[in-house]
Nanobody, 125 residues
Framework: QVQLVESGGGLVQAGDSLRLSCAASGRTVSRYAMGWFRQAPGKEREFVAGISWRSNTYGRDSVKGRFTISRDNAKNTVYLQMDSLKPEDTAHYYC???????????????????WGQGTQVTVSS
């Protein structure tokens, strides 16, 4: 059974950077596509960025050029480097694994079947 634990969130000012980590345990996630989602109060959970097992990446338009997703299979960990943070990036960020999509990065939350508890990111203006 895979467990995902996110870390690295916090309170920062606009323009600052944060790096979120998602550490997997229980078994390797090297063959899984991985994604980061976020959910702000009163809003739907939305896709932020994803990475396939071959390390193909895709991100939503609003974070392109600012956020970078990567993975370190030796550490069984996925990262989300967030630069030039904006107040609208404030949300609870979740890491997720898809055991079914393989080399495809899905933007749909229902394609991800393993989720972490999330970490809060708050960006002040």
């Amino acid at each position: 059974q895979v467990q995902l634990v996110e870390s690295g969130g916090g309170l920062v000012q606009a323009g600052d950077s944060l790096r979120l980590s998602c550490a997997a345990s229980g078994r390797t996630v090297s063959r899984y596509a991985m994604g980061w989602f976020r959910q702000a109060p009163g809003k739907e959970r939305e896709f932020v960025a994803g990475i396939s097992w071959r390390s193909n990446t895709y991100g939503r338009d609003s974070v392109k050029g600012r956020f970078t997703i990567s993975r370190d299979n030796a550490k069984n960990t996925v990262y989300l480097q967030m630069d030039s943070l904006k107040p609208e990036d404030t949300a609870h960020y979740y890491c997720a694994a898809s055991t079914t999509t393989g080399d495809i990065v899905s933007m749909f939350r229902y394609d991800y079947d393993i989720w972490g508890q999330g970490t809060q990111v708050t960006v002040s203006s």
